[in-house]
């Protein structure tokens, strides 16, 4: 039996089968496309949302958690497109997030774009995100992540240090 499964019945999944974020923290609405290196996902920015300024505003800085949301969506697609599971891991951080404008609105669809640039062996990988309003780019960035290959242990050794 094959155990792969398509790209369309990937993207046919509701994201919560995709990430393992929930409640107010599942930012991501869809993934729209993916491939070997790619991913698009849409977002909706909710004005009654915990997040949201007295404007019903997204702050810009929101922008790295759904980088980072894009990117565990396309490590799980991988993942899930061979038959597997993709193991948990951490966002490192960005040497340069830029955000190009304060807040994205209330009531706006935006499309996060999430190329791999680094993918190696040890879990280490390296992704460029774009966020984009309409055809407008509003934030990009170079985000650092790492996927351990025994994450428990991991967690404990970062509290032991």
């Keep these: 039996m094959n155990s792969t499964r398509s790209i369309d019945e990937l993207l046919r999944q509701p994201i919560e089968a995709i990430i393992p974020h929930r409640g107010t923290m599942l930012l991501i609405d869809a993934v729209t496309a993916f491939d070997e290196e790619t991913l698009s996902a849409r977002v909706s920015v909710h004005a009654d949302a915990w997040y949201a300024d007295a404007q019903g505003g997204m702050p810009a800085w929101i922008g790295i958690e759904l980088m980072a949301q894009s990117i565990a969506a396309h490590v799980a697609l991988l993942a899930m497109r061979g038959g597997g599971r993709a193991r948990p891991g951490v966002l490192l951080g960005s040497r340069s997030y ?64």
Excluded: M, W
Aim: hydrophobic fraction near 40%; include cysteine; charge should be negative.
């Design 98 to 161: 830029k955000a190009l404008q304060p807040s994205f609105a209330g009531g706006a669809r935006l499309l996060i774009r999430a190329t791999e640039l680094l993918r190696s062996d040890e879990g280490h990988g390296a992704y460029e995100c774009t966020i984009h309003h309409d055809d407008v780019c509003c934030a990009e960035a170079v985000i650092k992540v790492f996927q351990p290959s025994n994450f428990q242990s991991f967690i404990e050794g970062s509290f032991s240090s």
